[in-house]
């Protein structure tokens, strides 16, 4: 079966301060991709990938990058962590049209 | 500027009920609509999903209808258990070279009473 794994699990972080989100799939899917999830909104795709060394903007990418140093991984960094920025983090990696999730990483940012 | 819409955002149900969630969208060449559950504490996962070159989508108790003229789907939920009490995501995408770039709803909170 289809693994995603995402580390930390949950994560404070001040104001201000710099956060890595990492995820990591055994899946051998060449497309990734990492969504924020707030009460409200759903899902909200923020930056996405279908190639190592590539990323490409997603819906709302303004205070995120994205690197995707190989196929397996794929890390979310918040430069400058703000407020708005608390949330549920998800990885998820596909080979076509089904995308299979990582458990999530809960961010707070005070 | 939202999408996908999706209603409504909650729905409790009593137990052998069928629940109907909705949902409609805007970009009429989106080519996949999934809908995925997600249990409290858990990520979400993939349910069904339909493809527009059908009107109908059957999985055991789970069945999507689709039109694509007015641009909406439906999940309806027969024989409803407490066991799917959960929250339900609809989904739109257009896949191409560069993956399949999700558009999810807000959501719906399905409550299933015993």
């Known amino acids: 079966e289809a693994a995603v794994t995402q580390s930390p699990r949950s994560k404070v972080a001040v104001t201000g301060g710099k956060v890595t989100l990492s995820c990591h799939q055994t899946?051998?899917?060449?497309?990734m991709y990492w969504y924020r999830q707030d009460t409200g909104h759903g899902l909200r795709l923020i930056h996405y990938?279908?190639?190592?060394?590539?990323?490409e903007k997603g819906d709302i990418p303004d205070g995120y990058k994205a690197s995707r140093p190989s196929q397996e991984n794929f890390s979310l960094i918040l430069e400058l962590a703000s407020l708005s920025q608390t949330a549920v983090y998800f990885c998820?990696?596909?080979?076509?049209?089904?995308?299979?999730f990582g458990p999530g990483t809960r961010l707070t940012v005070l | 500027q939202q999408q996908v819409r999706q209603s409504p955002q909650s729905l409790t149900v009593w137990e052998g009920e069928t629940a109907i969630l909705n949902c409609s969208y805007e970009?009429?060449?989106?080519?996949?609509f999934p809908w995925y559950h997600q249990f409290p504490g858990e990520s979400p996962a993939l349910l069904i999903a339909?493809?527009?070159?059908?009107n109908k989508k059957e999985d055991g108790r789970f069945t999507i209808f689709f039109n694509k003229r007015e641009k909406k789907f439906s999940l309806h939920i027969a024989d409803s258990q407490p066991g799917d009490s959960a929250t339900y995501f609809c989904?739109?995408?257009?896949?191409?070279?560069?993956?399949?770039?999700?558009?999810f709803g807000i959501g719906t909170l399905l409550s299933v009473k015993p």
């Open positions: 899946n051998n899917h060449d497309y």
């Open positions: 998820a990696s596909s080979v076509s049209y089904e995308q299979y």
């Open positions: 990938s279908y190639v190592a060394d590539s990323t």
């Open positions: 970009d009429s060449t989106f080519d996949y």
């Open positions: 339909i493809r527009p070159v059908s």
């Open positions: 989904a739109a995408s257009l896949y191409g070279s560069s993956g399949n770039k999700l558009i």
